[in-house]
C-alpha cells in the first residue's frame, strides 16, 4: 500500500491562503504526476492541480491565478498554495500519485474550510 501523507488543512477566512503538502515515498514520487483533488460536501470529487514529474502543471478553471501547485523532489513533496479562498471552496482535499497505467493511490484527506 503506497502511503500518501497530507497535511496543512485548516480554517481559513475567506480571502485567506492555506498551504497543502503531500509527502510520500521516492520510488512514487520520482514516477508519477502528482494531484490535488477535492470533494465538498454533497459533491464529486474534482481535479485541483496536477503536476507532471517535468513540472508540467495543469489546473481547474475556477482555481487558476489563485493556486499554485509545486514539487520538491529532494523532499519528495507536493505542494498546493490556495490563495484568496472562497467559502464554496470549502472541502476534503486530496493528494494523488499517478504512475499511469490507471495506476495510482491517494491520501487520506485533508480538511480545508473558508469561513464566510
Known amino acids: 500500500q503506497v502511503q500518501l501523507v497530507e497535511s496543512g488543512g485548516g480554517l481559513v477566512q475567506a480571502g485567506g491562503s492555506l498551504r497543502l503538502s503531500c509527502v510520500t515515498s521516492?520510488?512514487?514520487?520520482?514516477?508519477?504526476?502528482m494531484g490535488w483533488y477535492r470533494q465538498a460536501p454533497g459533491k464529486q470529487r474534482e481535479l485541483v492541480a496536477r503536476?507532471?514529474?517535468?513540472?508540467?502543471?495543469n489546473y481547474a478553471d475556477s482555481v487558476k491565478g489563485r493556486f499554485a501547485i509545486s514539487r520538491d523532489n529532494a523532499k519528495n513533496t507536493v505542494y498546493l498554495q490556495m490563495n484568496s479562498l472562497k467559502p464554496e471552496e470549502t472541502a476534503v482535499y486530496y493528494c494523488?500519485?499517478?504512475w499511469g497505467n490507471g495506476s495510482g493511490s491517494w491520501g487520506q484527506g485533508t480538511q480545508g474550510t473558508v469561513a464566510s
Open positions: 494523488n500519485a499517478d
Open positions: 521516492g520510488d512514487i514520487f520520482r514516477r508519477s504526476t
Open positions: 503536476i507532471t514529474g517535468g513540472g508540467f502543471t
